[in-house]
């Protein structure tokens, strides 16, 4: 089957611009993640879509964080305006729906690579 | 809140040999997941295994394995018979059964094999 698709790869942008990542989760999964991966660190989870309903929003700056899943499918994030601190790896991933036997199991992304300048 | 904690930042083993990584970490529930993930220079993370709490048995998939020690609240991971493949960063991560999906990652311990 095929994987969780991002793009782009990389950005780079200056400081106070905006930027947006696209994700494509694997056809069939009903839940979608975004996490932000900090350089020398674990990835912290931003955002995570049931369907197209959000689930938990609880970590994303939403000062300055969006996000949207279209028809329960693609999923874009958006930082406006972008800080130096925004500068991270931000993967994207997808899950079937709740079961036991296979909870915990996400499928990832290659992620985007945003450095703020 | 629950956190993760890898005290390895770098561990090094030469092919064919045996690594372990350690994990711990800090929970008052009694019902959760732990999880190792793996991170090579793709960067797309790979499920390596999964560990259900209630389970005593310890989780094994062909050559990794953990030692789960639920008490201690520590979680290892053994590489056996390592290949240059196996060189990424391991993550070590918790999930919640209250919180499906959300994963806490530990700050990664990054594993070189050498020939």
């Known amino acids: 089957e095929a994987g969780v698709a991002q793009s782009p790869r990389y950005k780079i942008i200056e400081k106070r611009q905006s930027v947006a990542f696209w994700c494509n989760p694997i056809?069939?999964?009903?839940?979608l993640y975004w996490y932000q991966q900090i350089l020398g660190q674990g990835p912290k989870l931003l955002i995570q879509?049931?369907?197209?309903?959000?689930?938990?929003d609880s970590q994303l700056p939403k000062d300055r964080f969006s996000a949207e899943r279209l028809k329960g499918v693609d999923s874009t994030l958006k930082i406006q305006p972008a800080k130096l601190e925004d500068s991270a790896v931000y993967l994207c991933?997808?899950?079937?729906?709740?079961?036991?036997?296979?909870?915990?199991?996400?499928?990832f992304g290659s992620g985007t690579q945003l450095s703020v300048l | 809140a629950q956190t993760v904690t890898q005290s390895q930042p770098e561990m090094s083993v030469q092919e064919a040999e045996t690594v372990t990584l350690s994990c711990t970490y800090d929970?008052?529930?009694?019902?959760?997941?732990l999880f190792w993930y793996k991170q090579p220079p793709s960067r797309q993370m790979i499920l390596v295994i999964r560990q259900e709490a209630y389970k005593q048995q310890n989780a094994t998939e062909n050559r990794f394995s953990v030692n789960f020690q639920k008490a201690a609240k520590s979680f290892s991971l053994k590489i056996s018979d390592s290949q240059l493949g196996d060189t990424a960063m391991y993550f070590c991560?918790?999930?919640?059964?209250?919180?499906?999906?959300?994963?806490?990652f530990g700050a990664g311990t990054q594993v070189v094999v050498t020939p």
């Open positions: 056809s069939g999964h009903a839940t």
């Open positions: 991933a997808s899950s079937p729906d709740r079961d036991s036997n296979r909870g915990g199991k996400l499928f």
């Open positions: 879509f049931q369907n197209n309903g959000v689930v938990d």
């Open positions: 929970t008052s529930e009694n019902n959760y997941y």
């Open positions: 991560a918790f999930m919640s059964s209250g919180s499906w999906g959300k994963l806490q």
